[in-house]
């Protein structure tokens, strides 16, 4: 553990959470992709290409850095991952061609964002020793609340400055900010200390438990990232409701995202994992259900099943790293963490693409929850019989 005062701690519990902040703004992308369409003249399929690029980018790159960072290296990845977010902005400002923002937007961004996500988190645990599931619920917070303040500023600064004096002054903002909190992050630590080896560590290393896993958190997160790439889709064609409006509420629907976290951080603290899981995978058979039984339209049932659908998202990313430690140990946590979070990649890929195709095939709304519903009742059942031993010991 890192020998810090309560002061250090907390600053470093902050500059964690607002680094978190910074990076997140790619779930802002349905504010984005509304003007990239227009900018572009693309379809939805086209469109959500950027999108599930850069998800898909950012979990690779979780796992690529998770196995290549070590104390030698560091600094070096930490600055790669910051330019790459500036550079990545940059980029899809002057893009002519969805392929070319895919880039920036894509590729760049997804990168820096792969790099610098998981940094944090793997400070915090050797930071805070009590409730890590709650603290690294609330660092990873940041992630889910960007869109809080990034999606009203974006569509203000849109219609003010215009897309590409945006997305530049985005790029160049984030690269100093990001920065200043790296510095305040990591200048007291001892780097090391992120990378001793626990000798006498006893865990789980079964193949078949980290597979069940990596499809359960697959499963679970395509169907939240799905429903962030269409909030603006489904609250404009099945609710009417004006764009100006739903952004106003994505700043709710990312607060839930945000809170979700450090709430199935706390939940798992204290009822453990089956319970989290089971009840993460509820949440989401409820708003299967809502759409395929009861074809709403009402603004209410928008707001509750888009909650729920983001504030998911929160709550299986926040499980993640805390699981993942706890079964298979502190020693590898980076390269297993990082091999887990490609299950974010995954979901990404599958999830949008499966609901942009069906959409621009004209598919109704309550048939793609179909498959959903029953992935959620399978999800239950299995973790329900499933012979997990939770926690690994140190002797």
């Given amino acids: 553990m890192q020998s810090l005062n309560q002061k250090q701690k907390i600053t470093v519990l902050i500059s964690g959470i607002f680094i978190e902040l ?14 990239l369409e227009n900018e572009l003249n693309l379809n939805h399929t086209q469109s959500s290409i950027p999108y599930l690029t850069s998800l898909a980018v950012f ?20 600055i790669i991952g910051i330019l790459a977010i500036g550079l990545g902005y940059i980029t899809a400002a002057y893009a002519n061609h969805y392929l070319i923002f895919t880039l920036g937007h894509g590729v760049l961004i997804g990168s820096g964002v792969g790099i610098l996500y998981g940094i944090p988190v793997q400070i915090i645990q050797t930071v805070y020793k009590k409730n890590q599931g709650f603290v690294v619920g609330l660092t990873i ?19 003010t400055l215009g897309f590409q004096h945006t997305l530049v002054t985005f790029g160049i903002g984030s690269t100093i ?25 006893k865990v789980n290393h079964s193949k078949f438990l980290f597979t069940m896993f990596f499809i359960i958190f697959t499963l679970g997160i395509m169907f939240g990232l799905s429903m962030i790439g269409l909030t603006l889709y489904i609250g404009i064609d099945y609710y009417q409701m004006p764009a100006d409006t739903i952004a106003i509420y994505m700043s709710l629907f990312a607060l839930a995202n945000g809170l979700f976290r450090p709430l199935f951080g706390y939940i798992y603290d204290r009822m453990h994992l089956k319970f989290s899981v089971i009840l993460l995978s509820f949440l989401t058979l409820v708003v299967a259900s809502i759409y395929i039984f009861f074809n709403p339209n009402q603004s209410w049932l928008f707001i509750l099943t888009m909650i729920l659908s983001w504030g998911s998202v929160g709550g299986w990313l926040s499980l993640m790293p805390t699981i993942t430690k706890d079964i298979f140990g502190k020693n590898n946590f980076n390269r297993t963490y990082g091999h887990m979070y490609l299950s974010y990649g995954v979901a990404a890929v599958i999830g949008n693409l499966y609901t942009s195709i069906l959409i621009d095939s ?9 498959p959903i519903l029953c992935i959620s009742l399978l999800t239950m059942i299995t973790v329900s019989i499933m012979k997990i031993e939770p926690y690994h010991k140190l002797t």
Wanted: net charge positive; proline share 1%; aromatic share 16%.
């Fill in 22 to 35: 910074i990076i997140g703004a790619v779930y802002a992308y349905s504010v984005i992709r509304l003007q």
């Fill in 59 to 78: 979990a690779f790159m979780v796992m690529l850095s998770g196995r290549l960072m070590q104390k030698t290296n560091f600094y070096i990845f930490s």
């Fill in 141 to 159: 917070a940041g992630f889910g609340l960007s869109t809080v303040l990034v999606a009203p500023l974006l569509n203000m600064s849109f219609q």
């Fill in 177 to 201: 900010f990001l920065f200043i909190l790296f510095w305040l992050l990591t200048r007291k630590l001892d780097i090391s200390k992120l990378y001793l080896k626990h000798h006498k560590e």
């Fill in 362 to 370: 004209s598919i109704n709304l309550s048939v793609i929850f179909v």
